[in-house]
């Protein structure tokens, strides 16, 4: 590939967030390893980055396009699934909070104020609602199921991300 071609490519990174010891909170980190498994467009990069939100940072610095995927809490409808503009999530820590409380929304609120244009332009959240939080290995089956539903979501808009 050529030097001119490369520069049209965009860098796409896509971030499973979340604790897979937590039951459906391993949500995200479900749907990279479903993405994982697929033939993906040039310049997408997955990562599991846990509970880690100065990884969104870090990962995200320097894309184009950024995805994140994470488990919601449970509020009545397991398996929902919500695409939201990441603009519209993106939040300052509270004030006085400690690395520990620094999540990807917070994440995004930094990341574009200490990148600017360095940081994603195009971030899109997909957020699934839990049906359990409690300690455990497995999703349960509403959210291994909604997994394969935001995976095919995710790789449809990389797929329109990536056309020319």
């Not at 590939?1 to 909170?25: E, F, T, Y």
Request: glycine share 10%; proline share 7%.
């Amino acid at each position: 590939m050529s030097a001119v071609a490369d520069l049209m490519v965009p860098r796409i990174v896509v971030l499973g967030c979340g604790n897979p010891n937590r039951s459906d909170d391993g949500a995200g980190p479900a749907v990279i390893a479903l993405l994982r498994a697929r033939s993906l467009p040039a310049g997408v990069e997955l990562y599991d980055v846990g509970t880690d939100g100065m990884a969104v940072i870090y990962k995200a610095r320097g894309a184009t396009h950024l995805v994140i995927v994470d488990a919601r809490a449970p509020a009545g409808t397991p398996g929902a699934i919500y695409e939201v503009p990441g603009e519209v999530l993106a939040a300052p820590p509270a004030r006085g909070a400690g690395l520990h409380e620094f999540r990807w929304d917070n994440a995004i609120y930094a990341g574009q104020r200490i990148y600017g244009a360095a940081f994603p332009a195009h971030v899109s959240v997909f957020l699934v609602e839990a049906e359990s939080l409690e300690l455990g290995l497995s999703l349960s089956p509403k959210l291994a199921h909604a997994t394969g539903v935001v995976a095919d979501q995710v790789a449809a808009l990389l797929d329109r991300w990536s056309a020319p």
